[in-house]
């Protein structure tokens, strides 16, 4: 199994940042896609950025791009989201993922998750 720890969340006023970063451990050979999905009260959990290790390409969401950015490193199987220019409406819980295969933004595709960080923006 693979196990992800999330931490780097909390409460910053508009216009700040955070940066998010999510660890892998276990059987990580098998882990090809990490990414980020968030989820607010009443709402979807949404799919926020991935990356793939393998192939070497990330992957943003529009509703975040250009403010959010994700990295890694492969060697530490750490993935990092760096939030930017944070608005009141990103307000959510965070969850890193893990999938062997393909990155995708359906979160039913992915086998691991962390335990969530929450973000939380002031107006």
């Known amino acids: 199994q693979v196990q992800l720890g999330d931490s780097g969340g909390g409460l910053v006023q508009a216009g700040g940042s955070l940066r998010l970063s999510c660890a892998a451990s276990?059987?990580?050979?098998?882990?090809?896609?990490m990414g980020w999905f968030r989820q607010a009260p009443g709402k979807e959990r949404e799919f926020v950025a991935a990356?793939?290790?393998?192939?070497?390409?990330?992957w943003v969401a529009d509703s975040v791009k250009g403010r959010f950015t994700i990295s890694g490193d492969n060697a530490k199987m750490t993935v990092y989201l760096q939030m930017n220019s944070l608005k009141p409406v990103d307000t959510a819980v965070y969850y890193c993922?893990?999938?062997?295969?393909?990155?995708?933004?359906?979160?039913?595709?992915?086998?691991?998750w962390g335990q969530g960080t929450q973000v939380t923006v002031s107006s």
């Open positions: 276990g059987r990580t050979f098998s882990v090809n896609a």
């Open positions: 990356i793939s290790w393998n192939g070497g390409y990330t």
């Open positions: 993922a893990a999938d062997g295969g393909i990155p995708t933004t359906h979160p039913r595709n992915y086998d691991y």
